[in-house]
């Protein structure tokens, strides 16, 4: 079955540039989404169609989808950054999610 | 405001049923596809199935974890989509979501509800 890997945690200092990847075979084929997690909250979307930003979501967030890998980069990050982040792609018809990963931002 | 609520979690047995709800309001929702999500404790999101529109003829897909023993299905007049649980175990313990997603190839689930949580053990 498809699979999709992210790295369990992320660590980054507040104002600088954090990277999560997400990778799976022939990735760059399909469309990437990525979601934002809160503890106690419901995800929110971040980033769809590889690299758009729904409404509401701040211009740091940006993403990337390519080969293997899709990359959720967040450019000057700042303490409410901190969350666990989800990457999703679409295979056929269903949803598949990766294992998600968790940034600190210290 | 577009909003989904969903209700209907409680306690449950391993063996038996359950049936949570998700309410929409605030969009069309006759002309979305709904999609089912759930969460274990601590754990990631699992995708579990979704339900087209009409005008996608309704159709129901599920993850492997999952058919068989759920089922989704909506109804339209009253702006709510349910998801069916039987036959249930332990490892089905979890908060589950529903969640919207637009007939836009590559579009992200972008509208969530708040969760229902659904406990199995005896």
């Known amino acids: 079955s498809y699979e999709l890997t992210q790295p369990p945690s992320v660590s980054v200092s507040p104002g600088q540039t954090a990277t999560i990847t997400c990778s799976g075979d022939k990735l760059g084929d399909m469309y990437a989404c990525w979601y934002q997690q809160k503890p106690g909250q419901s995800p929110v979307l971040v980033i769809y169609?590889?690299?758009k930003r729904p409404s509401g979501i701040p211009e740091r967030f940006s993403g990337s989808n390519s080969g293997n890998t899709a990359t959720l980069t967040i450019s000057g990050t700042q303490a409410m950054d901190e969350a666990d982040y989800y990457c999703?792609?679409?295979?056929?018809?269903?949803?598949?999610f990766g294992g998600g990963t968790k940034l600190t931002v210290l | 405001e577009v909003q989904l609520v969903e209700s209907g979690g409680g306690l449950v047995q391993p063996g038996g049923s359950l049936k949570v709800s998700c309410a929409a309001s605030?969009?069309?929702?006759?002309?979305?596809?709904v999609h089912w999500v759930r969460q274990a404790s601590g754990k990631g999101l699992e995708w579990l199935g979704r339900i087209r529109s009409k005008a996608g003829t309704y159709a129901t897909v599920y993850a492997a974890s999952v058919k068989g023993r759920f089922t989704i299905s909506r109804d339209d007049s009253k702006n709510t989509t349910y998801l069916q649980m039987n036959s249930l175990k332990t490892e089905d313990t979890a908060v589950y979501y529903c969640t919207r997603h637009q007939p836009i190839a590559g579009y992200g689930l972008d509208v969530w509800g708040q969760g229902t949580t659904v406990t199995v053990s005896s």
């Open positions: 999703q792609a679409w295979d056929s018809s269903t949803a598949l």
């Open positions: 605030g969009f069309t929702f006759s002309g979305s596809a």
């Open positions: 169609q590889d690299n």
